[in-house]
């Protein structure tokens, strides 16, 4: 199975194989990290100290300069310096933490058809058209923001440019290929009044332009712009970023955390990266923070039937619109060369992904007459792909195992299909990530929003997008529009309502999709605006445990608060019978409006019974005529969730030598990274190995010059713990 990441250092991909023991492997020796090289590091500190403080305690380091201070988010700074003296930083009594800075980057999304530009607002119901989120101030922290776009330019009051360092927060013009819009188009999702409409078309927008050129950005970058957001009293901040670590401890993850304990609404998007579990990343990983998957708003989807399957259609950029059609002839042509398209004329052909370009195979295919294509993937995964120029064909890319039987299908008998079309909504997008949070084992994603074919500004226009990008500016408008009716609020009341009022949404074949896959559902605001009930957190995590003889009951406590101006009645229903699962729930009471109550929920596992590693439901809580579904989730001992994370490489140019970094959610028994011939498999040497590896983020480096023979090499990364190994491939070839 492919392990598809984001992090923009990633320079392979990982392909996740059988595991190799590694007690049967020696340990190698290691080269250091060159002491002379120059990073840039956050530095946490154990109290909040002033400027002169600070340059004091730098004052022994002379090769550290200071960059920014944050006082907002967490107590700390960041340096640039020699590797060494960061090394001897770390040892200050002064200091918590000295970690390198990361690589963020906006979340992947394509182009895609435009829909109407007013139809983000069609989910906020007619009750809300007196509410425009005016009064509300939105910081996005993104690529920077068009601010002369005549969409957005009434409603921009400001901002900072943490790349060039000055007050100008444009997105980068000017560079070709790595000019950005992500910042314009999430920021007009929020805020856009004009031609389109946002969500809340008279917030007030304040752009913080921590992602550059090619939408990249440090981990120092945006913790700057998030401590600047809090300088200027915004009301929400918004990240549509992200990063390949399904981890909660990441400074962008905490301090998130600190911004929601000042008065602050965070909400970040949850990723591409689905629809795998575990998936979800930082900082969408936050606790405190609503972290926002995708969902599909009502869209004119085209689906083939074949031999009674019904397989969706998603219509490749540049190619033309699928419609209607009776019996259709469908061909296996290969790999898209010409000579394997011989029989296509007046056909529909199937193509597998690889060699050829999308466009070569496309061209090749429309050439010798081929009505339509579907390209199938070659490795697990969504299939995401655009053509590079117009096509006057339909085209559209279908996963691997969809190709696959199709292509079984066609091998052995004349195929024929069907393509209809049918009005859809609310099914949660295949590239939206999904949770649970690695060792805090929480629900994310929070809630659903729409993040398909969204049309909102960009520079100089306007352009159709997808992604967790897209659906986490949808809340944040949602949250400003919520804030508005209800400026007493803080943000757990805010994120309450939202997710107690959500709803739960099913797939394609009627089966809904599990808490960490949807959170509690796709928000409905107008709902959210007239809850008289709050239930807070909105939903429940028992945590993960061993089970130990007599030790069978555990509890979480939820607040209920009144928020409306009548006396309402509180009573719980108990979820549906589950083997080895029992439940004591709080008794019905009522609550005086402003009145709120802490109570327990307690639930009791029979050890004889119960084995499920993950298990998630909902409790259905009645108040009054309100009826709010409260997700729980479950973690028994170690569940099957990745062991190694975000692993990148990047060769150094002076020498024959790597750095490696990752992230290790749990920490792992045994680590190491071990070479073979591709050829014979013949393992030849451990480039590096550690054991009793404490969780979080490593790094390392290690050299091939004392390789003897060239070639191509399979390198293999593992980690192992409780029993359970997780391992990484790549191959490389030594000249």
């Known amino acids: 199975m492919l392990n598809k990441t984001l992090g923009i250092l990633l320079i392979f991909l990982l392909l996740v194989a059988n595991s190799t023991k590694a007690s049967s492997l020696k ?15 956050i530095v946490h500190t154990k109290t909040n100290y002033t400027e002169k403080e600070i340059d004091q305690i730098l004052k022994p ?3 550290l300069e200071r960059r920014y201070i944050f006082k907002e988010v967490f107590h700390g700074f960041s340096v640039e310096g020699p590797v060494w003296e960061l090394e001897k930083l770390k ?30 607002r069609n989910y906020l119901g007619k009750s809300l058209e007196h509410l425009s989120g005016k009064g509300v101030k939105v910081g996005v922290i993104d690529t920077g923001i068009d601010y002369q776009h005549p969409d957005l330019q009434k409603n921009y009051k400001g901002g900072y440019d943490f790349v060039d360092k000055d007050k100008d927060p444009m997105e980068t013009k000017g560079l070709g290929k790595r000019d950005t819009l992500h910042g314009t188009h999430v920021a007009g999702i929020i805020a856009a009044d004009g031609k389109i409409r946002g969500v809340a078309p008279n917030a007030t ?105 019904k397989i969706p259609l998603t219509n490749m950029e540049n190619s033309k619109e699928w419609a209607d059609a009776g019996s259709v002839h469908l061909v296996s042509g290969g790999l898209g060369r010409r000579n394997q398209l011989k029989d296509v004329k007046g056909k529909m052909v199937l193509l597998e992904r690889g060699e050829l370009t999308f466009t070569e195979k496309v061209q090749n295919a429309y050439e010798m007459g081929a009505i339509g294509v579907l390209i199938y993937n070659n490795i697990e995964g969504p299939f995401q792909g655009m053509l590079e120029k117009e096509v006057p064909i339909p085209v559209a890319g279908i ?41 805090t084992w929480e629900i994310k994603p929070d809630v659903l929003a729409p993040g398909v074919v969204i049309n909102s500004t960009v520079p100089d226009g306007y352009m159709a997008l997808q992604g967790t990008s897209m659906a986490a500016p949808f809340v944040a408008g949602a949250c400003a529009l919520v804030l508005e009716a209800h400026p007493d609020w803080g943000p757990e009341e805010v994120k309450a309502a939202l997710m107690n009022t959500a709803k739960q949404v099913k797939n394609r074949q009627n089966v809904t999709y599990k808490v960490y896959e ?31 003889k007599d030790q069978n009951q555990y509890q979480a406590y939820i607040t209920v608060k009144n928020v409306g101006e009548n006396i309402e009645k509180i009573s719980f229903d108990f979820p ?44 259905n809580v009645r108040a009054g005529a309100q009826l709010i579904k409260l997700p729980y989730l479950y973690v028994l001992e170690e569940p099957d969730y990745p062991r190694i994370m975000g692993f990148d490489l990047i060769k150094k140019t002076e020498d024959n030598s790597y750095e490696y970094e990752t992230y290790l959610p749990t920490g792992a028994e045994e680590f190491g990274i071990a070479l073979f011939r591709e050829d014979t498999l013949q393992f030849v040497r451990f480039l590096d190995w550690k054991k009793e590896v404490k969780r979080g983020r490593l790094k390392g480096k290690f050299s091939i010059e004392n390789l003897d023979v060239t070639g191509t090499y399979r390198m293999k990364v593992f980690a192992k713990k409780a029993g359970k190994e997780d391992m990484l491939e790549k191959i490389m070839k030594i000249k």
């Open 205 to 309: 927008i304040y752009a913080y332009r921590a992602l550059g050129p090619g939408g990249a950005g440090t981990t120092e970058q945006i913790l700057a712009a998030i401590d600047r957001a809090v300088r200027d009293k915004v009301d929400i901040i918004n990240l549509s970023l992200g990063s390949d670590v399904n981890g909660p401890d990441l400074p962008i993850s905490l301090a998130l955390n600190e911004v929601v304990k000042k008065g602050i609404i965070a909400v970040a998007a949850a990723g591409n990266a689905g629809p795998a579990e575990w998936t979800v990343g930082s900082p969408g990983t936050a606790s405190k923070a609503i972290s926002v998957g995708a969902s599909t708003p009502n869209i004119n989807t085209p689906f083939i039937n074949i031999n009674d399957n």
């Open 27 to 41: 340990t190698p020796n290691l080269p250091s990290q060159n002491p002379n090289e120059i990073q840039v590091a």
């Open 518 to 548: 949807q959170g509690a559902g796709r928000i409905q605001v107008d709902k959210a605006i007239d809850a008289n009930v709050l239930i807070m957190p909105g939903s429940i995590r028992f945590g993960k445990y061993k089970l130990v």
């Open 576 to 619: 549906k019978g589950k083997r080895g699962i029992s439940w004591r729930l709080p008794l019905s009471f009522t609550l005086k409006p402003g009145q709120k109550k802490n109570v327990p929920i307690i639930m009791n596992i029979d050890n004889n019974l119960f084995n499920d590693k993950l298990q998630d439901g909902i409790i």
């Open 91 to 120: 040892q200050s009594e002064t200091v918590n933490q000295v970690s390198k800075v990361q690589t963020y980057m906006a979340e992947t999304e394509e182009p895609v058809e435009i829909i109407g530009a007013d139809e983000i």
């Open 61 to 63: 380091y002379s090769h």
């Open 399 to 439: 996963t691997r195992a969809e190709g696959e039987f199709i292509k079984e299908y066609i091998d052995n008998k004349e195929a024929f299909l069907t393509i209809e079309k049918k009005w859809e909504k609310d099914i949660l997008a295949d590239f939206s990530s999904r949770g649970p949070v690695t060792s």
